[in-house]
């Protein structure tokens, strides 16, 4: 399994990022995605999390700022970062499930991970 992930990068406070992941090695039409986040000294947060028909769900404090999207033709998910904050700045993961599983933000209901990429916002 490959999980290429992009995207990341530096971006100034109010602006935009869009990362992508995209997955060989494994089905991809079948399994709900998340995305997570992490800072130094912090647990790992899922805030994003879409099934394959594109039913998602996101956390309180991105609601209206990212939109998670994937193509399952080209096996590649996506998040639409917009209106970033200083308090954005992390290193971001995607990940998979196993198929046939629900939406969720836990991490441990993931099995696959792309290796991530760092979100830095300057304010």
């Known amino acids: 399994v490959q999980v290429a992930e992009s995207g990341g990068g530096l971006a100034q406070a109010g602006g935009s990022l869009r990362l992508s992941c995209t997955f060989s090695g494994l089905t991809f039409d079948d399994r709900t995605m998340a995305w997570f986040r992490q800072v130094p000294g912090n647990e790992r947060e899922g805030f994003s999390s879409?099934?394959?028909?594109?039913?998602?769900i996101y956390g309180n404090s991105m609601k209206g700022r990212f939109t998670v999207s994937r193509d399952n033709a080209k096996r590649t998910l996506y998040l639409q970062m917009d209106s970033l904050i200083p308090g954005d700045t992390a290193m971001y993961y995607c990940a998979a499930r196993r198929p046939g599983l629900g939406l969720s933000i836990l991490a441990d209901g993931y099995n696959y991970w792309g290796q991530g990429t760092q979100v830095t916002v300057s304010s």
């Open positions: 879409i099934t394959p028909g594109g039913k998602s």
